[in-house]
């Protein structure tokens, strides 16, 4: 394992410039996950790590050492990719020995077998060693792949997208063994993914891309009470956060230049109310079970929320609804605090 | 048919039925399922029947047979296994069998390995690939009696092409040696015309093989650290095998009953050199009339045709489903 840096790392393709300047250095032993849409320069700033691409300007350097000339062989990173690129002619057995049966390395067989069943139990997928990587499940083949990555003991994972497509219930198992397995061996992973959930559960630092831009970088915690701009503070939360003018809803301090509040749930207080001194109105309410989302229009404006399903509340109901120190951004969107 | 499965089918002749105007459906209603599955069917087993069965029927009675076809009105007598026994001790046969496998061998191994070759370079993509690959299929766009008219013409020894072209590169006179007139050199000039027209072919198939491997697959081998000969080896080869099978077996079969070309390139000769197993028996059937004969050399071919392919379509199949 190994510290990774970029600096100013910079790829285009044609006109397009798919990862601009973009400076990150994600420390030894830490996991990081890159958020952000389609587009957003994700999977390319994971190329350019692994060498299937070639920066057009700046430095990527691997445990101290420039790397952004070498090609992928030279670089000694595991890619695990979106599609599950297995060997399909080939066994579970066969798939994980794969990188270490390279000349390279020159290893002994009896080590490579210790080394895949090792790796195989961890992934769990020890009971289908003989079988075809074509005959196994979305699940088992992604395990095999991560395993794949696992067999190599490299300087640095680099996952795209790993889990997104598997169902959702396989997906939340996959995310908290992959979470073990890095705890476990310690290791330095850079995961790309669209998916907050993941992002949030997973990362030591999440950092949000937009456009080939690093917009802002940080702990899960601090991306979301803490984001930039409008874009970050956008990308998490469940709902999503509800974006409105100033003065639609009482707030206690509005500071001098704010033009759009940024409200997520805990932000925002309801009181049912007498018809008198409402504000807001309930439209519906969508029942989760353990949660109730609120649909509610102020003026106009449509607010959506969480409420507690045994709080009494009604479609058609009045509400008063204030808010309880949202975020204030300015009007190109950046953060004022 | 499984029970529930006719239910099915039933309910939904019944749907289709109940939508269709009350005179069709009247007549439909009489008619099962099967009736109207037959009916569907049956304009293609009669053609079939008409142009494939029957004709391979009537072989095989003929070929118990002493009937000649440039005599219909005489007496046709059944002579048991007697054509059978007549064609497998012929040495005639033996030399046409040894001449087909000859040509069908090199034609497969020159063909497979020239044809992946191309497929492989020109699976690079680079700059008018497209262009190339279109000139590289030309020659299997000719007519067969157009290229051997052709390469008759290029075998000249005063005036051909290709003698002038070997002599350039190895010094020898041009019209020292006869492609189409030397009992050595004759089966390889037909191997060569044949691999000349039919590479493109195998290349296509083959190149369809190559452009169905992933990119991600080669991008994966690279991070594990492969080289390109390991790749080539453990990744292009293994997942082309099956193309490049599939190549091996219709150019197999094509080149087992091959004719037209080589009858216009050399006629079977000289001597016999070239007479190939198809060649045979065409002069068995329409030169010395023994159709009786021939039925019996035709069935023999089809049956080591048809079993070779069957053996072979078996490994192919297990290739396909690692």
Same mark, same amino acid.
Not at chain 1, 151 to 155: A, G, I
Not at chain 2, 124 to 128: L, P
């Given at each position: 394992m190994a510290e990774v840096r970029l600096e100013s790392v910079t790829r285009r393709f044609g006109d397009a410039v798919a990862v601009d300047h973009v400076d990150l250095v994600i420390a030894d032993g830490e996991f990081v996950v890159l958020l952000g849409p389609t587009g957003a320069g994700k999977t390319t700033t994971l190329r350019l790590i692994a060498g299937l691409e070639k920066p057009d300007g700046g430095r990527i350097v691997i445990g101290g050492e420039d790397v952004s000339d070498c090609a992928p062989s030279e670089r000694d990173v595991a890619f695990v990719f979106q599609q599950y690129s297995l060997y399909p002619h080939l066994t579970v057995f066969e798939n994980l020995a794969f990188p270490l049966? +390279?000349?390279? $390395?020159?290893? *002994?067989k009896d080590e490579i077998a210790a080394r895949v069943n090792k790796v195989a139990a961890m992934v769990r997928i020890d009971h289908k060693l003989a079988n075809r990587s074509t005959a196994l499940s979305g699940g088992e083949m992604q395990r095999v792949a991560i395993g794949r990555a696992l067999? $190599? !003991? *490299? +300087?640095i994972f680099l996952m795209d997208? *790993? &889990? +997104? +497509? &598997? !169902?959702a219930k396989l997906r939340a198992e996959l995310r908290v063994e992959l979470k073990r397995i890095q705890n476990e061996i310690g290791a330095t992973l850079l995961y790309v993914t669209h998916d907050q959930v993941e992002a949030m559960t997973m990362a030591d630092r999440i950092g949000i891309l937009a456009e080939g831009k690093l917009l802002q970088i940080g702990t899960p915690r601090e991306i979301y009470t803490d984001p930039v701009n409008l874009h970050v503070a956008a990308r998490l939360g469940h709902p999503h956060i509800n974006l409105l003018k100033p003065g639609l809803l009482p707030c206690e301090s509005v500071p001098g230049g704010a033009r759009t509040i940024g409200a997520r749930t805990e932000h925002l207080e309801i009181r049912p109310s007498a018809k008198n001194d409402a504000n807001a109105r309930v439209d519906w309410i969508e029942h989760l079970g353990d949660q109730n989302h609120l649909h509610i229009s102020s003026e106009g404006e449509k607010i959506i929320t969480l409420a507690d399903p045994y709080a009494g509340i009604n479609p058609g109901d009045a509400i008063s609804l204030s808010l309880k120190n949202p975020l204030f951004f300015d009007e190109n969107g950046h953060r004022i605090t | 048919m499984n029970e529930r499965f006719s239910t099915t089918l039933e309910g939904t002749a019944d749907a289709a039925a109940r939508s269709t105007p009350p005179a069709v459906a009247r007549r439909l209603r009489g008619l099962s399922d099967r009736a109207i599955a037959w009916i569907f069917i049956s304009p293609t087993i009669i053609l079939l029947l008409a142009i494939n069965i029957f004709p391979l029927c009537w072989a095989i009675y003929l070929s118990f047979t002493n009937y000649r076809a440039n005599r219909p009105n005489s007496e046709v007598e059944g002579v048991g296994l007697r054509n059978f026994e007549r064609v497998l001790t012929d040495g005639d046969t033996w030399l046409a069998m040894q001449a087909t496998a000859h040509f069908v061998f090199w034609t497969i191994v020159l063909q497979t390995l020239i044809g992946f070759t191309l497929a492989y370079l020109i699976d %690079?993509?680079? %700059?008018?690939h497209a262009f190339w690959t279109t000139v590289i299929l030309i020659p299997m766009m000719l007519s067969p009696a157009v290229v051997g008219n052709f390469w008759r013409f290029l075998y000249q020894p005063q005036i051909g092409l290709f003698n002038y072209i070997v002599s350039f590169f190895t010094g020898v006179e041009p019209s020292s040696f006869q492609m189409l007139g030397d009992v050595t050199l004759a089966p390889w000039a037909i191997i060569i015309v044949d691999t000349w027209m039919w590479t493109p072919y195998v290349m296509l198939i083959c190149l369809a093989g190559l452009r169905s491997i992933p990119d991600y697959i080669y991008e994966a081998a690279e991070v594990d650290r492969a080289s390109p000969w390991r790749q080539f080896w453990s990744i292009t080869i293994p997942m082309a095998l099956p193309f490049i099978m599939l190549a091996v077996l219709f150019r197999g079969i094509e080149n087992f009953k091959m004719f037209d070309m080589v009858v216009l390139l050399t006629g079977g000769g000289p001597g016999s050199t070239t007479e190939l197993a198809s060649i045979t028996l065409k002069r068995e059937a329409f030169e010395s009339w023994r159709t009786g004969r021939a039925s019996a050399f035709a069935i023999i071919l089809f049956v080591a045709v048809f079993g070779l392919a069957n053996i072979y379509v078996k490994a192919l199949n297990r290739v396909k489903q690692r």
């Open positions: 049966k +390279s000349p390279a $390395r020159r290893m *002994p067999v $190599r !003991d *490299p +300087s997208e *790993p &889990l +997104s +497509s &598997l !169902d | %690079r993509k680079f %700059r008018g």
